[in-house]
């Protein structure tokens, strides 16, 4: 098969994947922010409350990392990405028939377990597509993740159209609709997914059950050296890049998570937070390529510094003003970089480990990034309903992510560390 043939048809895989990632968290997850202002009016929620809704999201985000690398053993990586994302779909649809709080708590708990089995298992396909073509790993990552911005955006076009259109029928809880509009969409990509399994079992085949020819084309372009697995206790070895990476858990969903409520309450016109969310939805599909270089080049944790450190400045930027081109700014800035500390660590998987433990490697860095959005959206919400509101909120999260860059900057490449 021709190198430019070889380009292309990974090329278009990695955007039908990247789907997935549009599903999983563009929607699932981040559709949430545009959604907590007027769910919290309605429902009468405190901050506090509020940020537990996605708290109770990465809580179930936690158990589907660690029960997706045994699911990944027993039906494959294609099964799990289709199966998790009509679940995701169908959680997503269930969220609009709830009003009490415990129940949107379950509903928010059981989406993030399937969330967690989609990110996961499409990052390891999109890990297996790079490896047809090593020098453009990195941008098939950042494809991949990037796919989250397109959900992003969709959220952002979707959600005020549908909350208008039920307030136009005399809806009681006008924001149901649009987590019924959201599931739609989640649906019909997952119909999709499902109609070319073939395609993505042909060119990202289990490496143990692929048939001979695919796996010899698989084989062969993988890099021709491989490291060992590190001899030193896994926490040991990836301490400085784990501990990075869940601080970012901790920093940025705090962010994603009510930078739309801040808006509301510094009084932004419904059609500017609408630009606000998309321009954010769109530097995250761009992102993909603006980052390629970096991810491709760092082996070891300075990728993921670099990253979160910008992070820090664009969260700091609503702690700090409320004009708008500002806040653009910020909104920009954040998409533009969130989702490639994602890409990042699955890049510093594939430098430092064969492929074999690749699923493994990815799952320890999706736990501990888990694991600090639990801590993140309860705490912020605390914070917000004391006396500094969401505007200090946001310098915590700030905080993490500057402490997070700091650490990660630690993180030395495997080879270096072993040879």
């Not at 929620?45 to 045994?70: Q, S």
């Not at 998570?257 to 769109?282: C, H, K």
């Not at 801590?375 to 993490?400: E, N, Y």
């Amino acid at each position: 098969m021709s190198q430019s043939i070889r380009l292309w048809t990974s090329l278009g895989l990695a955007v039908s994947v990247s789907m997935a990632a549009a599903v999983s968290l563009g929607m699932t997850r981040f559709a949430y922010a545009l959604l907590l202002p007027p769910m919290r009016e309605d429902l009468s929620w405190t901050y506090t409350l509020a940020g537990a809704m996605n708290t109770f999201n990465a809580l179930g985000y936690l158990v589907g990392a660690l029960l997706t690398p045994w699911a990944l053993k027993r039906w494959g990586a294609v099964r799990v990405l289709i199966v998790g994302s009509v679940l995701a779909s169908l959680l997503m649809a269930m969220t609009g028939f709830f009003t009490q709080a415990l129940y949107l708590l379950l509903q928010r708990f059981l989406a993030g377990v399937a969330s967690a089995a989609v990110f996961v298992s499409g990052g390891l396909l999109a890990a297996r597509l790079g490896a047809h073509l090593p020098s453009q790993s990195g941008l098939l990552l950042g494809i991949y993740y990037g796919g989250t911005g397109w959900g992003i955006v969709i959220s952002a076009l979707c959600v005020p159209a549908a909350i208008a259109l039920s307030a136009a029928h005399h809806a009681q809880h006008t924001w149901s609709w649009a987590w019924w509009c959201l599931a739609f969409i989640c649906a019909i990509i997952s119909a999709a997914l499902f109609l070319i399994r073939s395609h993505l079992n042909r060119w990202m085949p289990e490496l143990s059950t692929a048939s001979p020819a695919p796996s010899n084309e698989y084989q062969a372009s993988l890099p021709t050296t491989t490291l060992s697995a590190p001899t030193q206790p896994a926490w040991r070895v990836w301490a400085p890049g784990l501990l990075g990476y869940g601080l970012f858990g901790v920093g940025y969903i705090g962010y994603m998570t009510f930078v739309v409520a801040v808006l509301r309450e510094q009084g932004a016109p419904s059609d500017n937070i609408t630009f606000f969310y998309a321009a954010l939805g769109l530097a995250v599909v761009a992102s993909s390529r603006i980052w390629a270089g970096l991810l491709n080049h760092f082996k070891g944790g300075q990728a993921l510094a670099i990253l979160n450190a910008l992070l820090s400045v664009a969260t700091l930027i609503p702690a700090l003003t409320s004009a708008w081109p500002a806040m653009l700014l910020s909104g920009i800035l954040f998409g533009g970089v969130f989702l490639s500390v994602v890409a990042s660590t699955t890049a510093m998987v594939k430098h430092n480990l064969p492929a074999s433990q690749w699923a493994s490697g990815i799952s320890a860095f999706t736990v501990v990034f888990a694991v600090g959005q639990i801590v993140g959206p309860t705490v912020v919400g605390w914070i917000a309903d004391g006396p500094g509101g969401l505007q200090r909120g946001l310098v915590f999260s700030a905080a993490a992510l500057l402490l997070g860059a700091l650490v990660a900057w630690q993180q030395k490449p495997l080879q270096s560390q072993t040879s």
